[in-house]
């Protein structure tokens, strides 16, 4: 499959870079598989298409200060940080911009009269040119006073609460963007769905910034998609499987969601499998999800419209199918939606 299958023409207008208010007020592409049809509603709709026993899966992960300023040590020279992943207990592969920062350039970050509040070394340059960089302790206690929430490179506008990048239900630090298809939930619409008995349940994968680099291989089915942490409780497997075997509908909130699902649903058909461990699966994916693929968990889908040549176009062509995605991809642009991380949303049933 060829990855020019994937590509789009989006007016740069179209690139939300801001977000709406409130959450909830934002615009909802239905697409329904069966009927092979679409509609045009208000996210606050949604409730319209779900039913009692429904299970909503959410990535419950939370964006950190992930993009830091350093200087060079001893010269002074500035850099910039933005951290991918945790690689141990005080290391982490990072983008750097700025000159000649080789291995073995001495950081620092922060502090006053000439002490930085914390230092780190570049250990390794790592495939995709980033770096490995070792801190003298671990950082994450140092990130709320030293970094920044970074936002994706296509949004320009400053970000006035740094809260409206964060779903309402993150809890658990360790992304570098969020899970966008869940910010278009409010604390009210939650508790609607959950009145007309609609379930909830969480898993956890932690984002990095290639979510936002397009497919570069002219093949589709040559790419290596990048590796995420990822995580299912034994409770949420659990809850999975009842809702499958009653016949209920597991809806996965974004495509991250989509991917921790499938991801411990490979290991049989349908179901994933609780097994004996706290966690059914907790580790790295590096899951691929392209037409062809056979979705073993999940039923439907709330997104957003994302990035041309990107995986998760190719993850949510896969679930629609990919004529179907161009119809409405080419209709929401026709209908002046919004696009991308703060833009318009879209449920597949």
Known sequence: MLTREFDYNLPSELIAQTPVEPRDSSRLLVLDREADAIEHRGFGDILTYLRPGDLLVVNETRVIPARLHANKLPTGGRVEL??????????????????KVAVGQRLALGGENGTPALEGTVEAITPSGGRL???????????EHLGTVPLPPYIHAPLSNAERYQTVYSRVRGSVAAPTAGLHFTPELIARTQAMGVEWATVLLHIGLDTFRPVTEEQVEEHVIHTEYCSLSAETAQRINEAKAAGRRVIAVGTTSVRVLETAGRAADGAVQPGDSVCPWDGATNLFIYPGY????????????????SSLLMLVG?????????QAYDEAIRLRYRFFSFGDAMLIL
């Open 318 to 326: 896969a679930f629609a199918g990919l004529d179907r995605i161009k």
């Open 294 to 309: 056979r979705f073993r968990v999940v039923d439907a889908l709330i997104t957003n419209f994302h990035l041309p040549k």
């Open 133 to 143: 960089i070792r801190f003298a302790e671990p950082i994450e206690r140092y990130l």
């Open 82 to 99: 933005l951290l991918l992943a945790r690689r141990g207990p005080a290391e982490w592969e990072a983008l750097v911009r700025g000159r």
